[in-house]
């Protein structure tokens, strides 16, 4: 382990979602290993994710969810986010006063924008001036703050090889994305002999189209195909108690929950996940060479999980299929085959795994180091 002076403080910034939060505490846990203290920005939604993490990080500091104010757009909401803008203005100024930061890497989401400015504005005229900023872009389409903030911040990592919406003037630096250390103890995948493993993730937003869609393709299967299923079902908690009623009906062994608590515990038992295509959990799959059937969020910003799913396709890292195009019988048919021939879902999973980046920390460490 290396040891580095106490006086490079590293503050992260991450929005509320998975997406940007988890490959935060990645990067996180790699700072630690090193020895320097962190810190750690985010609103009420980011803090709910970092609870099983709070000893990687020295101090975190929450401000108001200013994005969930302006949603609707209405008056009296125009008027809430008003007041949240300024109580967060308020916070973050607060926050840079307070402490001292050398170096700050931002993981995207709106309410990185305002402790971003903030920082800049302290580099230019206050006293503890932060000496490197860094953006990190984990989807295949920049992020609207990113974009923003790409502006005025130099140094902006990507996960993807071709990062699409990038100004001209921007020069990304592709490192891939941070992903947990737990994921990386998976073992390999091994070929299914009698049972396929399948997990499927609804994501944070949408995951009841997976029950009804998922359910229906099964029943489809012949009893003996479903008998050399196990399923693991994450739906929504109001949903629990029909869904795992709907298993025993098909007679399938199932675990049905509204969250696995401890996913790479779950993924060590599947061969094939269906979920959605967020960047972070494309890169945990890729990084335990697991295979995934994606089907993008139709109503993510910029289709940015469709771009996301094109570059596993095109790969040959994964499936893809988008929500309005896809039927029960293509799940059947797909489920079939990698029953049927199981060795499609091994060379997938290799595929991904040559893809995965269990580096992307240190290469982002690596940087900074290279620019102080």
Known sequence: MCYYPRKFVVLLIAGGSGGHV?????????????????????DQRGARFIQEYSYLFEH???????????????????????????????????????????????????????????ARLWRTYGKKRVKFF????????????????????????????DTLG??????????????????????PMKLPETTLGILILGGSQGASFWSS???N?????????????????????QEL????????????????????????????QVHVVFSRCGASTAAELACC??????????????????????????????WSCHQRMLKEEKITLFLQECLEDPKRLLYTGAHAMRLGRKDAAVAMINYWKGCV
């Open 134 to 161: 860094a953006l990190h872009q984990s989807d295949r389409v920049l992020g609207r703050a990113n974009r923003f903030l790409s502006r005025w911040i130099p140094v902006v990592f990507t996960g993807y090889p």
């Open 22 to 42: 988890f490959p935060a505490i990645a990067f996180a846990q790699r700072l630690v290993d090193m020895s320097y203290p962190v810190y750690f920005l985010t």
């Open 213 to 215: 869609l998922i359910l």
């Open 166 to 187: 990038f100004l001209k003037k921007v020069h990304p630096i592709v490192v891939g994305t941070p992903v947990r250390k737990t994921f990386f103890q998976i073992p």
């Open 241 to 268: 108690s029909i869904v795992k009623k709907n298993y025993g009906e098909l007679s399938i062994v199932c675990e049905v929950r509204p969250f696995f608590s401890s996913l790479p515990e779950v993924l060590a």
């Open 289 to 318: 060479g697991r295979s995934g059937f994606f089907v993008p969020y139709p109503h993510a910003k910029d289709h940015h999980q469709s771009h996301n799913a094109e570059f596993w396709v095109s790969q040959n890292a994964g």
């Open 217 to 237: 393709a099964l029943a489809q299967l012949s009893l003996q195909h479903r008998s050399r299923l196990h399923v693991f079902h994450q739906c929504p908690e």
């Open 60 to 118: 975190v500091e929450v401000i108001p969810n200013v994005a969930s104010a302006w949603r609707g757009m209405a008056y009296v909401k125009l008027f809430v986010a008003a007041i949240e803008m300024y109580l967060s203005l308020r916070k973050t100024r607060k926050f840079f006063q307070q402490y001292s930061v050398q170096a700050i890497f931002s993981f995207g989401g709106f309410m990185t924008v305002m402790p971003m400015i903030w």
